[in-house]
DNA sequence: TCTCGCTCCAAAGGGTTGCG
DNA sequence: CGCAACCCTTTGGAGCGAGA
């Protein structure tokens, strides 16, 4: 089909793709309707897989693909800043699992606070990053030793902890939007469990019962396997899908060490921390 | 009008990990 | 151990605005 080979030659560029998800406006062209219905000739989404005719717009949740993932990432800043006290306590609960990595270390568990680390590292039942798989690699041991250390190595982490744990990328070489996406939907996957399981009873997606891995529990500080969830099935891989909040997602990187340090440190730690 | 500097963006390549 | 896939950084080009 000829029209639909020019298309996807228009929509070459990531940025385009983004764009013609419908999740956002491409600036001066206000009219997102004839990208979302060009994508949604090329690559069926699960609405339209099972005949849902909602635009994205109208929906609250980033719409999963089948077979590659969305070129968006989940903002923990977003989260923090949001007026939405849920949101709020979301971003408290991340921190304070993320942090119980550092006192397990701090206690002398640090090979367990490390399998924690790895088992959170990836998230592919979101479907968000930049694999064309929606298959994710998990990060090795090294790398996550190194994060845990940071714990031990950065004064102010050992004593109060992270209030902002996306502030890894700074010290750590090859931690980037992708992994503090993956970590952070670790770590709220219960919620978002719940949240999917919400909007499909409200949208009439279908459900299937399924098998949840590395789902953080708060209350133990572990992940679990969570068997016989109902939540929708990518029909390619018979895997589950789990939902984000569009609100959440950002597709730009979102805090560069520059904005970092001009807007958030300058006040309180400008004595302790040097730029590099 | 030209040059310089800044920002944004995409492509390329290197490092890391998982799997056979 | 080698290959493939993924993740991230680097690099270079394009576009735009300010100033000479």
Redesign the pocket.
């Given at each position: 089909m000829q029209v639909v080979g020019d298309v996807e030659c228009a929509l070459?560029?990531?940025?385009?793709r983004i764009y013609s998800y419908g999740l956002f406006d491409k600036?001066g062209v206000p009219d997102n309707i004839y990208r979302g219905f060009i994508e949604l000739l090329i690559r069926p989404r699960l609405t339209d897989y099972h005949g849902i005719l909602r635009s994205q717009a109208d929906l609250d949740f980033a719409i999963p693909i089948f077979d590659e993932?969305i070129p968006l990432y989940v903002d923990p800043f977003l989260l923090w800043r949001s007026p939405s006290q849920m949101d709020q306590g979301l971003h408290t609960s991340i921190i304070n699992a993320f942090n119980h990595f550092g006192a397990l270390a701090a206690k002398g568990e640090e090979a367990q606070a490390v399998t924690n680390l790895?088992a959170a590292s990836?998230c592919d039942e979101v479907g968000l990053?930049?694999?064309?798989?929606?298959?994710?690699?998990?990060?090795?041991?090294?790398?996550?030793r190194e994060i845990i250390s940071l714990f031990k190595r950065v004064p102010h982490y050992s004593r109060v902890g992270f209030r902002h744990f996306e502030e890894i990328?700074f010290f750590?070489?090859?931690?980037?939007?992708?992994?503090?996406?993956?970590i952070c939907c670790s770590l709220m996957k219960s919620f978002l469990i719940d949240f999917t399981i919400q909007q499909c009873r409200k949208l009439g997606i279908p459900c299937g019962a399924c098998d949840v891995e590395n789902v953080y529990e708060y209350r133990t500080n572990s992940f679990q396997t969570q068997r016989g969830i109902d939540l929708p099935v990518n029909p390619v891989t018979g895997k589950p899908l789990i939902f984000v909040p569009k609100r959440w997602l950002r597709f730009?990187?979102w805090i560069n060490y520059?904005e970092y340090f001009e807007k958030y440190c300058h006040r309180t730690t400008s004595h302790t921390m040097r730029k590099p």
């Open positions: 070459q560029t990531p940025r385009d600036p993932d790895i990836e990053g930049s694999s064309a798989t929606r298959k994710g690699k998990r990060i090795g041991e090294a790398k996550a990328q750590v070489d090859g931690i980037s939007k992708d992994r503090i996406s993956d730009v990187p520059d």
